[in-house]
């Protein structure tokens, strides 16, 4: 497992999961969601989850991407999990 990435209370970042792992993550909140994906590895791969990665009051959860699933929700167990296991 790679080190895992300290965030700040109030940052933010865009996020890939995928196989209950973070495949990539960006500190550039000016991208949507679907540039995002284009940049880092053209389509959204088949089961990848895409979202945003946020730390409030030391809390570390992942919301889904509108653009990408319809609706904006904290990301399944599995994601939030994945999210956990990178960022603190």
């Given at each position: 497992?790679s080190?895992?990435?300290?965030?700040?209370?109030?940052?933010?970042?865009?996020?890939?999961v995928k196989?209950?792992?973070?495949?990539?993550?960006?500190?550039n909140m000016s991208?949507?969601?679907?540039?995002?994906?284009?940049r880092m590895?053209?389509?959204?791969?088949?089961?990848a989850?895409?979202?945003?990665?946020?730390k409030?009051?030391?809390?570390?959860?992942a919301?889904?991407?509108?653009?990408?699933?319809g609706?904006?929700?904290p990301?399944p167990?599995?994601?939030?999990?994945a999210v956990?296991?990178?960022?603190?």
């Open positions: 497992m080190e895992k990435f300290k965030m700040r209370d109030g940052d933010t970042m865009l996020i890939m196989d209950g792992a973070v495949l990539h993550f960006s500190p991208w949507p969601h679907v540039e995002f994906v284009r590895t053209g389509k959204l791969p088949e089961g989850w895409v979202g945003t990665v946020s409030l009051d030391g809390r570390i959860a919301i889904s991407s509108k653009y990408f699933f609706y904006q929700l990301g167990d599995w994601v939030q999990t956990k296991d990178r960022f603190e």
